[in-house]
């Protein structure tokens, strides 16, 4: 099998690990670091603890990359997170600041805004965090959309009043033609933000790649690819098993969202009907804990390489193969499983000597 020489690093998802507090968050950052993963990335949901105050717990004591994976700008005016990401630089000794932006999962999101154009809203946010954090004054006006949704003021200008101590680097983590396609012309690399085990199956993530990188190659540039690999590891296979679904609960809409032909839902092994029926159920006000009762063990191995180290270890090494086959730089174990602490050991002592 194909071995994977790119970086490895591990994402934090708040909704998943709610069970950690602050400090639980930051030792377990830690032990990553210890481990040898390259980069933390935290993602971004409404009602569980704020992203921008774990990226900044992290960076206040651990030495190691951090990112957004992804940050939803819907639940941030961009003024303050220009704010708030100029002064986590100063947190971050110097390291680059990885900005993962989308417009939030099909699930949860919609049930707190209203995602309005999503494409204007990604790339006008970038465009502006990318000016400010870079020092730059710039009028609002320039932001028509922003200006519109957030009320600013159409004659106002802005400039940070200090100087960020990092480099930023943006990302797209948006699946569909149109998001790939703008995340090739304004964005550093794309995110494959916990899609990347279906796509593959579906025999979609090649051309993905490749709409967005012919969009960059038009603005002569090349971009970085990284690939969040849901994983979901335990020293027992019901644990392991049982953990992810309420993620798969959101996650699996993107289907419908993206257009699965019945084709492609048989090569899933999945029926329709099943996700039309998780779509109901969060439209009617589901909480995410609620619709996870809909996940079937089968829909989860749509989504997750889940089981014991052993049971896994193959189907990530398949995974990462694949992955560097298709250019990625860097992969994400994400989700990783019920107990961090478990599953960051399990993955650094059983599964990643296998993959070098």
Same mark, same amino acid.
């Given at each position: 099998m194909a071995?994977?020489?790119?970086? +490895? $690093?591990?994402?934090f998802v708040m909704h998943l690990a709610n069970h950690y507090t602050l400090r639980d968050l930051v030792r377990l950052a830690q032990?990553?670091?210890?481990?040898?993963?390259s980069q933390i990335w935290v993602n971004d949901n409404v009602r569980y603890r704020n992203q921008m105050?774990?990226?900044?717990?992290?960076?206040?004591?651990?030495?190691?990359? +951090? $990112?957004t994976a992804i940050m939803v700008p819907y639940f941030h005016n961009p003024?303050?997170?220009?704010?708030a990401f100029g002064a986590l630089s100063e947190l971050c000794e110097g390291q680059e600041i990885s900005v993962g932006v989308a417009r939030g999962d099909l699930g949860q999101s919609p049930q707190h805004v209203q995602p309005l154009k999503p494409i204007a809203m990604v790339r006008e946010t970038v465009q502006l965090l990318r000016r400010a954090l870079h020092g730059e004054e710039f009028a609002y006006a320039d932001y028509p959309f922003l200006i519109d949704f957030y009320r600013l003021n159409p004659k106002g200008k802005f400039k940070l009043a200090f100087e960020p101590q990092s480099t930023f680097k943006f990302y797209g983590g948006g699946n569909g033609p149109q998001a790939l396609r703008m995340c090739g012309r304004v964005m550093d690399g794309l995110i494959s933000s916990g899609t990347y085990i279906p796509m593959l199956k579906a025999g979609r993530q090649k051309g993905m790649l490749e709409t967005a990188e012919s969009a960059a190659a038009a603005s002569g540039k090349k971009l970085r690819k990284i690939c969040e690999l849901n994983v979901s590891i335990a020293k027992t296979h019901d644990d392991?098993?049982?953990?992810?679904?309420?993620?798969?609960?959101?996650?699996?809409?993107?289907?419908?969202?993206?257009?699965?032909?019945?084709e492609e839902y048989a090569r899933m092994g999945v029926q329709r009907e099943q996700v039309l029926k998780l779509r109901d159920a969060f439209e009617s006000g589901a909480t995410v804990e609620q619709a996870s009762t809909l996940v079937s063990d089968h829909m989860v191995r749509c989504y997750?390489?889940?089981?014991t180290p052993e049971e896994v270890r193959d189907q990530i090494i398949e995974l990462t193969g694949a992955a560097g086959e298709l250019g990625y730089d860097h992969v994400a174990f994400a989700k990783l499983?019920?107990?961090?602490e478990e599953a960051i050991n399990l993955l650094a002592n059983q599964v990643v000597p296998a993959l070098r």
């Open positions: 071995k994977y020489h790119g970086e +490895l $690093g591990l994402q032990l990553g670091h210890d481990k040898g993963f105050v774990v990226l900044a717990a992290i960076a206040s004591h651990v030495p190691i990359r +951090l $990112g003024l303050d997170i220009a704010d392991a098993m049982n953990f992810p679904r309420r993620q798969v609960a959101h996650s699996i809409l993107q289907w419908e969202a993206l257009g699965f032909t019945p997750y390489a889940a089981g499983g019920p107990d961090y």
